[in-house]
């Protein structure tokens, strides 16, 4: 009878904690957001580019961010218990730059430099 009780007992520990490790949500995302890039070497850039790596990076939860001046995208690796994806799109537009459906804004756009605007 004592064998069968810790049976059960640790049986029930263990569908326990596998339907806690099933619930567990994927705390690491990654996007890809469309821009509007007008130069080609914005992601070297001193200004444009140090911009995403520097100030996206110090954004809460950005963990990695990859800008494709060709395909006019930028990607973002985030955790998602520390931000959203609208926080991500918002900071890009803080930016100067346009992210997917969000406008850039207008006084960051206007301090990129001349050949990183339209």
Do not use: W
């Amino acid at each position: 009878m004592k064998i069968l009780k810790q049976f059960l007992l640790i049986f029930s520990l263990l569908v326990c904690s596998g339907t806690a490790f099933a619930q567990k949500q994927k705390t690491i995302e990654k996007a890809l957001i469309k821009t509007n890039i007008y130069c080609n070497h914005c992601a070297k850039c001193e200004t444009c580019g140090e911009r995403f790596q520097k100030v996206l990076l110090r954004e809460k939860g950005i963990q990695m961010v990859t800008v494709d001046e060709k395909e006019m995208t930028i990607e973002v690796v985030y955790n998602t218990k520390k931000t959203d994806l609208t926080k991500v799109k918002t900071a890009i537009t803080k930016l100067g730059y346009d992210a997917d459906d969000l406008e850039a804004d207008v006084a960051a756009y206007e301090g990129l430099d001349n050949c990183c605007k339209k």
